[in-house]
């Protein structure tokens, strides 16, 4: 079942930006009260593409700080095993060569919860439309849209079933694949972070790796809020949505154009080759990062309803969608903060 919206307005923030922007308002859970004799302890940096931040609350500073190396130090791991920008990361490595020995386990264990989605969502979720990505970048250098001809040979490339994975060896069926886990890594990386500072006992956290997890409250004793990128207006928020303990993630047209219209950008449906045309963006919260971040590309190809199809068979979550004509479509237990306005169809918030 579906909350539909005749559009959503966005709370100007001018100058903020992010993929998804956080925003320190109360929701509409009740807040426990103040968490006394925590201390906060704030981190930044860059990775994957994407600015990484980290903020915990923990009783003894030097406590938070230690646990903050380790999840960044999980970050980076995830970055040199995962990245198409570093030349010797194993993801570009394997790309090169078809095959890769002795792979990092963190990378056989996301090729393989890459597969269950694909499996689960009839390929919609395809993490070998590397093809089709460097296709349109090499086109859109030369000031123009790949050929038709050139889109239906990229496609013959594109087969997630066409990867053999064990703890040993990663091997490519056909030597002309590559793999892309930018539809995954970030939310990978996130929930990577937030279990180190698990183990180091921190019970109060917010990771932004692109992707945001959050876990516990704020020091007001309120739960975190994300605010959700508006996908046609640069510096605002679509709206706000409370994270009790969840992940958020977006994958949206505006992300990365290969046209100004955004008909064409960087989410391929991997039978046409081509970017759905229905949403300008999708949004999904989800028990973990990971899920949050493939599903909104999945849900991104498979459309409204067998993208919600889909979702409903994923315990806690919920999903934003954001068509091209900005109507809104949200499960019903979206968790909108109050301070977010919706529109419905008969006009009342």
């Known amino acids: 079942m579906l909350a539909c919206g005749a559009g959503a307005v966005a709370l100007g923030m001018a100058g903020l930006k992010m993929r998804s922007l956080l925003a320190a308002k109360s929701t509409a859970s009740p807040s426990d009260g103040p968490l006394e004799g925590l201390q906060f302890a704030r981190r930044t940096s860059r990775a994957l593409g994407s600015d990484i931040s980290m903020l915990v609350l923990h009783s003894e500073p030097a406590a938070g700080e230690k646990a903050l190396d380790e999840a960044f130090a999980e970050i980076a791991r995830v970055e040199q095993v995962m990245s198409l920008y570093l030349p010797q990361s194993q993801v570009s490595r394997l790309n090169a060569r078809g095959v890769l020995k002795n792979p990092d386990p963190y990378l056989v264990r996301i090729l393989r919860e890459s597969r269950t989605l694909s499996e689960q969502s009839q390929g919609a979720f ?105 996908p046609r207006q640069k510096d ?78 994923k315990p806690g979550t919920d999903v934003l969608m954001v068509m091209k004509d900005q109507r809104t479509l949200a499960t019903p237990t979206f968790p909108w903060c109050p301070e977010s306005f919706r529109k419905t169809e008969n006009g009342q918030g």
């Open 126 to 230: 395809d993490i070998t439309v590397q093809s089709l990505w460097t296709l349109y970048a090499k086109a859109q250098s030369a000031g123009t849209l790949p050929a038709a001809a050139a889109i239906e040979t990229a496609c013959k490339q594109v087969d997630w079933r066409g990867i053999s994975v064990t703890a040993d060896e990663i091997r490519f069926h056909n030597k002309s694949l590559s793999i892309t886990l930018n539809g995954i890594a970030q939310g990978f990386a996130a929930d990577r972070a937030m279990e180190a500072l698990k183990r180091h006992g921190i019970r109060h956290a917010l990771v932004n790796a692109g992707e945001i997890s959050a876990l516990g409250r704020k020091a007001d004793g309120s739960v975190w809020v994300a605010g959700i990128q508006h």
């Open 236 to 313: 605002a928020y679509l709206g706000l949505a409370g994270l009790d303990g969840r992940c958020l993630s977006t994958s949206g047209d505006y992300e990365t154009a290969f046209s100004p219209d955004f008909t064409h950008n960087h989410i391929f449906n991997p039978a046409t080759g081509r970017s759905p045309g229905v949403f300008s963006s999708v949004t999904v919260v989800a028990p973990d990062a990971t899920t949050a971040d493939a599903l909104s590309t999945a849900i991104f190809v498979l459309g409204p309803e067998r993208g919600l199809a889909l979702a409903e068979k």
